[in-house]
């Protein structure tokens, strides 16, 4: 309790009231479709952990925008995410350490954890030429994930390229790139997205903490509770397809009013995510919001089946 | 021959990174730089349709988010031949803005203040003195006795969990940190703070750009934001401009001035020779002239005697990349190959990264804040001459300080106020001409059976060129030049180094094995190696022969 009290001041020294982060507590909880009862453990898992779980953060064939992504988590902050509520014992992007004393983190975490830390993994795994295309310290991909995945309790891969190869694995995929699903021969929890967005993840991990178990999941790996239904079918603009009020051209009237980018090319209706309920960074705004087609980015090989992507579907 | 010490993965960068350096008397004197992760994007981008282009490249990174779709979608509008509206550009320059904002923020305390900040050491800090040192030399929010005991409290937890996590095994006591107790505090607060507003000022992106990273609003011809041209979306841009600007200036630039202040040594290490702007944020349709950061080529540290550029003289040179051999040829000309195999890592003696080696006529070149600064500088730019001579001034360091690690860092800083302060003047022509009834954000084109183009930039970390080839309407070729090929490229044919190679020659090391002062140096940089890496096959069917050394 002592904790849980320190918490709420400390959020409050920063601004944010209780009453703001319970307002979370309970759109976070409703994204991850559990009932009203689990806003009080919800908002437990973030104030008291007693022991903060170990997260191993493999860097594979990617641009780290999913890193960025998570970055701009704002409830939890980022820093509450690293400093309490996490042990990120392994991230390129924000570690300290460099160089064989970064392995060694690994090798330690991967060891004294076994069994016990959740493996998330950013970008796709090169396995033409022997892996040799994408490599940490003299390691290929392939090797790093044979070696540490395996002895995860769960892995959760972020974004699209390490779900279903992403970019790198598009036509002609001169690597050989695959997600970590394929090239391991394993079933994975799929957060795809390019990026994803971070409140996706933190629902994914905060079930896990509350439940102890991984939410429910699609055919593709993928958590029901944020890829149940198509953008087409949660879009704001839908009316308007409905009552055939299409865009034709950028920057047009009807672009202007607010129309369906159906025949702009918007991939929606071919697309689950939940990008039109929960937006991006902190309910800003999201593509189509901003007046640009759904690419589809969260279907599995998007570059190579949604493209071109400004042709009417 | 020296002692050899290789660090790899470098941390907190983006991408797959090793260096490798050969000491010999306590200093460096030979360095490697590689990338040692190859994707392929512009081999995937043939055969595409030109106007998906900036949503593939996009892709190459994360962190440099937005740039190179900026300068994709440039390309293929210089190729087609269409002249955006005011709007469009107006909305450009304030994403880009944007974008330096954040991106200069995250590097300085999230990716390059570790080198300079012992946390550890912050522990053992007296919180009043502390209050006492942030109220001398900042003007932050948030501070006072209180603040920094709740700050160092936290830390103190953090460490008594036994669960270091990201901070654990790093070179803390490090003799080579030279800063007291309660400024690494300070300096730990404010990474904190700052973890806070990167994603506020993130939001910048989302506003016109439907999200960050990877906004999601731009198009060959123009913006799709017409929609977010409106009183409310413009002044939430406007307040979070001036909340990040606050930062910079209250909080960023003199935590800067005073972490420089003690290692003002490093003001003399890390130099390199040549320097290479394009140039950003067109004023008007006229290009270089409206640049508002100008472009500018300086030989030899000669600040004095700026060159023009003319990107006809760019070339990419693959001799030591892990690529078939032919020789250096510019971007619209290249054909180059990745070998077929498994590479192997060969420094000193052949082929040891998956970057090229872009130059300019034939010098290796510096690209970046420290270049786009000192080309400023050289034109008398009316804002950035006096922020760089009044921060000479305030260090006390002559004007050849410039040309090291601590004058890229300094660089880096000063025209993030710049270019924050000149937002503003955007925000003011986009709001005028809204007022007057001018929501114009796209113009119509049409796709020409055959076109070349190319889309110049200069971004967070340097000269950004883009270049496309177009045959029936698709892409037949593309290739870019992007900043961290430009620095952390290898040798050419004549052996000559690139800048970080170069910038690491001379280098103290204190403890080889934990060679602390590598990282700063390569840090300075901002290095971003995922999308350094990149080749062109302009026959993806044709079977490429296997070329063993």
Redesign the interface.
Known sequence: MEKEKEFYE?LN??GVSRRDFMKFCTFLTATMGLSSSFVPKVAEVFAAPK??P?VVWL?F?????????L????YP???EL???I????Y?????????H?????LHNAVEKYAGKFICVVEGAI?TK??????????K?FLEIAQEVVPKAAATVCIGSCSSFG???A??????G?KGVGDALGIKTLNLPG??PNPINLVGTIVNYLLLGKLPALDELGRPLFAYGKTIHDTCPRRAHFENDEFVE???SEE??L?YCLYKMGCRGPETYNNCAVAK???G?????????PC?GCSQPDF?DSM?????EL | MGKRIVVDPITRIEGHLRIEVEIAGGKVVNAWSSGQMFRGIEMILQGRDPRDAHHFVQRSCGVCTYVHAVSSVRAVENAVGVKIPANARLLRNLLHGAQYQHDHIVHFYHLHALDWVDIVSALSADPKKTAALADNVSEAPWGGTAYYKSVQNRIKSFVDSGQLGPFANAYWGHSAYKLPPEANLMATAHYIEALRLQAKAARMHAIFGGKNPHPQSLVVGGITAIRDLSPDRIAEFLYLTRETQDFVKKVYIPDLLAVASFYKDWGGIGGTTNFLAYGDFPETDAEPESLYMPRGLIANRDVGALKPVDQASVTEDVTYGWYEKGDAKHPWSGETKPIQEDPEYRPGSGQYTWLKAPRYEDLSSEVGPLARVLVAYGKGHKDIKPLVDSTLQKLDVPVTALFSTLGRTAARGLETIAIGNRMETWMGELLANVKAGDTSTYEPWEMPDKAQGFGLNDVPRGALGHWIDIEGGKIKNYQYVVPSTWNFGPRDSKGVLGPVEESLIGTPIADPKKPLEILRTVHSFDPCIACAVHVIDPDSNEVIKVNVL
């Open positions: 400390r020294s920063k022991q903060r170990p860097h064939g990617e641009c780290t925008g999913c890193s960025e992504g970055l701009r988590s704002m902050w980022i820093d690293v400093l309490e996490l042990s990120v014992e991230h390129e992007t924000i570690m300290a350490a460099a160089g004393q970064a392995e060694e983190n090169a030429f022997n892996g040799g295309y994408g490599k940490v310290a003299g290929s992403g970019i790198p598009a036509k002609p995929n001169p690597g790139y390019c990026p051209e950028f920057g672009a202007a607010g991006f960074n902190d800003t705004s999201w593509p189509v919001e901003a007046g640009h690419i570059w493209t071109p992507f400004y042709e």
